[in-house]
């Protein structure tokens, strides 16, 4: 028997705003708890919220950039449940009227292909506060700090077929909501965080089949990790004649599995009804296209550029566009050396590697764009070899001064004088005339020896290809 997965993810990126979604307070995390939450997060009796408007202009950002509908009229609800950290009594929501539906995004799988994921809508919702369990023995405290930050929650139509096209839905989200800067994508603080619908069926069947939800998952790996386990779980269970139930379950990474929440959620009936609290929001075609002005150049967009004004492959492309902060590097290293092919292999070679074995992020690191630049513009002069390049870098890496004065300092140059090549290269045939020998009468492994012999005389600075073609023509 053949089995087909599906998974919808539903994903929530915390907006970058200052303030909250319904009040002044600041959204900022790490305060010390309770410090953060004004009168309105507090729900304190007849405080009224207000709309900010920098979250409309966010959701209709992300709206345009996903080619989606942006509702003209869209209706904050309430989402009624009781719960310690939640003081009004219910969060308010979009419900009936989301301001942003029908969208699409193309995801890149790992071999090549894409496949487009429909989002069905995008909706706005403040966040609730936080119950803290450690921070008093044997009682629970609670943090208003995060009440009211605001959130879209984004909800994907139930298109993928694995694990595999659920990551790369979740990258192809968070790279685009991190190039529209309405969030910072931090999904160890929580920032960016997603659960993922999951139902299993027979291959060939068109109805669905009984989805569970995997709440909170905040990370890739995660998310890959638990909808892998959970899609053989339903599998096995309806392989072996069981039914496969409708409910929330939780991932626990240590055990590798996922597990029924015990949760009376299930049950709930949330009585959503529109905020009376809040006006409708009314958008003009004015307003939406003022926006569609502002948008910044979106992944897609650069990396086709990216192809044809740099002539890159389109792995490099994708690699260079993911991030917006790595484009941006690339591009002033492409641009200051004009060296495309170079700046490419370099940022995404040795600059990546040094990058992630030191844990730091492109726009910290030690060696600038400019830096990077000129020392591409000295390989490309044949200043330096490419395994100078790669001390030179090292030491730039170290901040023991820029690539010029590194190379001045260290004597780094390479030989491509040819009188000075074929004099190193007499020397070392004239030194070892049991090897020429060897050589003419046909061992042509020995030509290695020739070549290691000429550069350990030039300390490694002889240029590889003129020596290579001077021994040639000498041997
Ligand atoms: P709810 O209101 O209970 O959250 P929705 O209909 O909004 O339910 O769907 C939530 C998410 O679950 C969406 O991403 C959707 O694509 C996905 N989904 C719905 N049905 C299934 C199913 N049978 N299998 C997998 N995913 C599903
Ligand atoms: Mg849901």
Redesign the pocket.
């Known amino acids: 028997m053949m089995w087909e997965a599906?998974?919808?993810?539903?994903i929530h990126a915390q907006l970058a705003t200052r303030s909250k979604i319904f009040s002044g307070a600041p959204a900022a995390a790490g305060a010390e708890p309770n410090r953060q939450a004004c009168a309105i997060d507090l729900a304190l009796p007849g405080v009224l919220p207000v709309l900010n408007a920098e979250v409309l202009r966010m959701a209709v950002m992300f709206g345009l950039a996903t080619n989606a509908e942006i509702a003209s009229r869209s209706v904050f609800a309430r989402k009624n449940y009781f719960y310690p950290d939640l003081p009004k009594g219910y969060q308010i929501s979009q419900y009936e009227l989301p301001v942003v539906k029908r969208g699409v995004v193309e995801i890149a799988l790992d071999d090549g292909p894409t496949k487009r994921i429909g989002i069905?809508?995008a909706h706005l919702e403040e966040d609730a506060g936080k119950s803290v369990h450690d921070a008093f023995p044997g009682e629970t405290g609670v943090d208003l700090n995060r009440a009211g930050v605001p959130l879209l929650e984004i909800?994907?139509?139930?298109?993928m077929n694995s694990a595999g096209e659920a990551m790369a839905y979740m990258r192809t989200i968070h790279s685009l909501v991190r190039y529209l800067g309405i969030c910072d994508g931090n999904m160890e603080a929580g920032s960016f965080r997603c659960?993922?619908?999951?139902?299993v069926?027979r291959s060939g069947e068109t109805a669905?089949?009984?989805?569970t939800?995997i709440k909170n998952l905040n990370s890739f790996r995660f998310v890959g990790r638990a909808i892998t386990y959970e899609i053989e779980r339903q599998i096995e269970t309806l392989a072996g004649n069981g039914t496969v139930v409708q409910e929330t379950r939780l991932y626990d990474a240590v055990a590798d599995e996922t597990r029924a929440m015990r949760d009376k959620e299930e049950a709930n009936d949330y009585r959503y009804f529109p905020d009376p609290d809040l006006l409708p929001v009314e958008l003009s075609p004015e307003y939406i296209e003022r926006i569609r002005a502002e948008l910044p150049e979106l992944p897609d967009v650069k990396r086709q550029r990216f192809r044809s004004e740099y002539a890159l492959g389109e792995n490099d492309a994708r690699r260079l566009t993911a991030i917006r902060e790595i484009a941006d590097y690339f591009e002033a290293v492409a641009n200051a050396s004009r060296q495309p092919r170079l700046a490419a292999n370099w940022v995404t070679g040795d600059l990546a590697a040094a990058l992630h074995r030191a844990n730091i992020e492109i726009t910290h690191s030690p060696v600038g764009p400019e830096e990077l630049a000129t020392l591409i513009v000295r390989i490309a002069d044949g200043t330096l070899s490419g395994k100078m390049a790669k001390e030179v870098f090292e030491s730039v890496w170290r901040r023991e001064g820029d690539p010029d004065s590194v190379i001045a300092k260290r004597g780094l140059v390479q030989i491509s004088n040819p009188a000075a090549i074929e004099d190193f290269v007499d020397q070392i045939i004239a030194a070892h005339p049991e090897q020429v020998e060897q050589f003419r009468t046909g061992k042509e492994k020995v030509f290695g020896f020739f070549v290691g012999q000429v550069m350990k005389l030039t300390r490694g600075q002889a240029n590889p290809e003129q020596v290579n073609q001077a021994l040639r023509r000498k041997l």
């Open positions: 599906v998974v919808g993810l539903e069905a809508r909800v994907s139509e139930p298109d659960d993922a619908n999951v139902s069926r669905l089949g009984t989805r939800e």
